[in-house]
C-alpha cells in the first residue's frame, strides 16, 4: 500500500516582505499603507504593505499613480542590504528543517520535508513549526506557508490563505483542490498565455485538467501539455539542494530617458562595476553578459552572449555589454538600461585558460576598490566622468537566486 504522503513538499513564503520589514524596524508605520520604492516622479512600487493594498496598489505599479490612489500612503525608500540580511536569517531557518532547501528569491523556499515525520510531525504541524521559527528568528516577522506533495501545488497552497497563512493540500486530493482556481495560478501562465486560454474557452484549472490534451497542444503548444499536467496536480520536478545563483544583475530607471551611446554605455558602466562586485563577493564568475534597455513607451529589449571564460572582472563584462549594443535596432530613447551576468561558476572550479588571462592588473585595480567600498561605502570611488552626472534611480534590487520558471522582476509581491 502506498503512502499517503509519497513526497512532502513545503513552499514558504514571506508576506510583503519589503513592507513587513521596514513596519517591524519603525513601529509607527505598523498599520499603515506603506509603499517601498523610489519616492520620485519614475520609481515604481515594489511592494505595498497590506494596508495599501485594498486600494489597488501592488508591486511594479508607477509610484505616481499609485500615490493617486492611495493618497495616505507612506512612500519608503528601500534598503537592500537590509532585506539582504534578514533573507540570510530566514535561509538559515529553513536548512533547520531540511537539508533540501531551494531558494527562489529573497524571501522564499521550497523544502522538500519527505520522511520528516518522524521528527516534525504530521505536515500540518510541519507547517506550524516553520511559520512559528521564521516568527520567532525574525523578531515577529510573518510567513504563509503551503504543503503538498508537488513543488506546484505547494506553491498555488502558499499564496492560497496569504497572509500567515497554512494551506496544507494532500496529494490525494490536489487535482479537485485546484479544479475551481482561476487559470492566472497556472505555473507559468502570464498575461498573454491566460487570454489566449480563455480564449478557447477554458476559465479554470479545472477546465483545463477536463480538456483533451490534443486540444491543449494544437492550441497552446508545449505549453498546452504543461498546463495539463498541472491542473492534474502533478509536477515531477524536485527541490534542489542547495541555493543557486543563476544571475547576478543591476538595473535602473532613470530620471530621465537616454538615447545616445555615450549615456547608455555611462548606464551600462555603473552596472557592470556593481556586477564585478559582487560576483568577487560571492565568489562566482560568469560566462554569459545580457544586456537589457526599456523603451519610453515600456517595451523591453535584450541581447545576449555567451564568453569564452568565464570572468568576475567589471571591465570584461562592460567590453561585451557596450558590443552588444550593436545589436540592437531601436534608436530610443530608453527609460531602463541594465546588465545580468548569467551561467554562473563557482571562482575556484578549473577553468581553461584563454582571453582574460593577461589582465590581472585590472582585476587587482577592481579587488582594491572592493576593500575599499567595504571599509568606506560604495561611493568612496568615484569614476571622473561620473562626477558631473546626476544619479539615477535604482528601483530593482540586484537578484542573486533566480528560478527561469519565476518572476525575475525583483519586485515583492506577496
Not at 537590509?82 to 531557518?93: D, G, N
Amino acid at each position: 500500500m502506498k503512502p499517503a504522503w509519497p513526497r512532502i513538499v513545503a513552499h514558504a513564503d514571506m508576506d510583503a516582505f519589503y513592507a513587513a520589514i521596514e513596519q517591524l524596524d519603525d513601529p509607527s508605520l505598523r498599520g499603515r499603507p506603506i509603499l517601498v520604492g523610489s519616492p520620485k516622479g519614475r520609481g515604481v512600487v515594489l511592494t505595498a504593505s497590506y494596508e495599501a493594498r485594498p486600494y489597488g496598489v501592488g508591486s511594479a505599479l508607477p509610484m505616481a499613480k499609485a500615490r493617486r490612489m492611495c493618497p495616505d500612503a507612506i512612500i519608503t525608500p528601500p534598503r537592500f542590504k537590509r532585506y539582504q540580511q534578514v533573507s540570510e536569517t530566514i535561509m538559515r531557518v529553513f536548512s533547520d528543517f531540511s537539508p533540501d532547501v531551494e531558494a527562489i528569491s529573497l524571501d522564499e523556499a521550497f523544502l522538500d520535508m519527505t520522511g520528516s515525520e518522524q521528527l516534525f510531525g504530521a505536515p500540518e504541524k510541519i507547517g506550524r513549526q516553520i511559520k512559528d521559527a521564521i516568527r520567532d528568528a525574525t523578531g515577529g516577522l510573518t510567513i504563509s506557508v503551503g504543503l503538498s506533495g508537488t513543488k506546484y501545488v505547494a506553491k498555488v497552497a502558499s499564496a492560497y490563505q496569504k497572509p500567515d497563512g497554512l494551506t496544507v493540500v494532500p496529494p490525494s486530493t490536489a487535482k479537485a483542490w485546484l479544479a475551481p482556481l482561476p487559470i492566472s495560478r497556472l505555473w507559468g501562465a502570464g498575461p498573454k498565455t491566460q487570454k489566449r486560454i480563455h480564449q478557447i474557452g477554458l476559465q479554470t484549472i479545472g477546465d483545463v485538467a477536463a480538456a483533451d490534451p490534443k486540444f491543449l497542444a494544437a492550441k497552446l503548444g508545449s505549453a498546452g501539455l504543461h498546463f495539463y499536467t498541472l491542473a492534474h496536480g502533478e509536477d515531477p520536478r524536485r527541490v534542489a539542494r542547495r541555493r543557486t545563483s543563476k544571475s547576478i544583475g543591476s538595473e535602473r530607471t532613470l530620471g530621465k530617458d537616454v538615447r545616445t551611446r555615450a549615456d547608455i554605455e555611462h548606464q551600462l558602466r555603473r552596472s557592470a562595476d556593481a556586477i564585478g562586485r559582487r560576483l568577487r563577493r560571492k565568489h562566482y564568475r560568469a560566462l554569459g553578459v545580457r544586456v537589457k534597455l526599456k523603451t519610453s513607451d515600456f517595451q523591453l529589449l535584450t541581447r545576449q552572449r555567451l564568453l569564452d571564460e568565464p570572468t568576475d572582472v567589471a571591465q570584461n563584462l562592460l567590453s561585451v555589454g557596450v558590443d552588444l549594443l550593436h545589436e540592437f535596432r531601436h534608436p530610443g530613447p530608453f527609460r531602463l538600461v541594465g546588465m545580468a551576468a548569467y551561467d554562473l561558476v563557482k571562482a575556484d572550479d578549473p577553468v581553461q585558460l584563454g582571453l582574460f588571462q593577461d589582465r590581472p592588473k585590472r582585476r587587482n585595480l577592481e579587488e582594491a576598490i572592493d576593500r575599499l567600498a567595504e571599509r568606506f561605502g560604495n561611493d568612496v570611488v568615484r569614476r571622473a566622468e561620473d562626477l558631473c552626472r546626476p544619479q539615477a534611480m535604482q528601483i530593482d534590487t540586484n537578484l542573486d537566486f533566480l528560478d527561469e520558471d519565476l518572476d525575475e522582476t525583483g519586485n515583492d509581491d506577496n
